[in-house]
């Protein structure tokens, strides 16, 4: 590895199709405590929690996959002492002889933490103020000042934090870690005399041949046309999400089985009515309705269920995992 790359101030690693690291620079290494053979040969998701691997595999691989290239994704991953560390992670995908590999470059995330201690910091000094004599009080009135714009500094850097955690940067719609927390949320708090719920599971349509006959960025413009009608025809209560590649969820508070039948059948024919640079774009459609006995995992598997049945039976139409008991 060229020796600047190696001491770079920004951790690197270079991983196979298959997330297997190749290649790790000294910064990482050292920020991470790691030896080289802790790392090389071994797949990335091995210094990832459970809850990193889900957004690993709901936002990187598809990323990576269609677009060739991730930017700005805040993700943690395990010191050698167990505990992790925040990054932000941009990254690439190359041709080497042939093989496709992943280079990735990793940023820490510290100053979220800096802000954090010299807001204790201001504060401490607050406390020894007020012990002294009048002279004093000006000094005072600026730490006041300076605590007031580091916490404000602090809101807006976790409010931007949160907000490119739960959205999808292409569509602008929340992503799949978002729609899951809301999901389990809504089953939480589920009773049998409460208002039902439904989850709709759309997928378009031959959307690899649109890729492969007018290219990715084409295929691109169509994700996001269909997440503006989604947005157009949410409901104000509906969440409206990206679940990964061209696999979208909308979850409708307070809608019974018939109820998202008819939405979903509308959503259907406003999607195929559109127009589209590509000609007609269609979706599949599943729907699962909430019952006592669903958990967030068992929905979604109804739901996605429900839309292999409207795959299976020519596309361009709605199943509701119901269907026959209606």
Known sequence: MDERLNNAPCGYISITQQGYITKVNQTFLDWMEYDSADLLTKHIES??????KLVFHSYFYPNINLHGHVEELFIRLKHKSGETVPYL????????????MIDCILVQMRKRIEYEQELRSAKKQIE???WENDRAL????????EIETKQTELLRMNAVLVELSNTDKL??????RFMQEKLEELIAGFTPTGDAFSLLILDIDHFKKINDTYGHQTGDRVLEQLADILKANAGVKDIACRYGGEEF????PGTNAL???????????TIASSIWETGCVTVSIGIATCTPADSAESILKNADRAL??????GRNRVTHSRDGKL
Do not use: C, P, W
């Not at 210094?47 to 990193?52: F, G, K, L, Y």
């Not at 569509?171 to 799949?176: F, S, V």
């Open 259 to 269: 109820e998202s039948k008819i939405t979903a059948e509308n959503l259907r024919r």
């Open 308 to 313: 292999y049945a409207s795959k299976e039976s």
């Open 138 to 145: 000006e000094k005072l009135k600026d730490i006041h000042q």
């Open 249 to 252: 969820v909308v979850i409708l």
């Open 47 to 52: 210094i990832m929690s459970t809850a990193n």
């Open 89 to 100: 992670l941009n990254g690439r995908r190359f041709d080497q002889a042939g093989v496709e």
């Open 171 to 176: 569509t602008g719609l929340r992503n799949r």
């Open 128 to 130: 020894d103020a007020y």
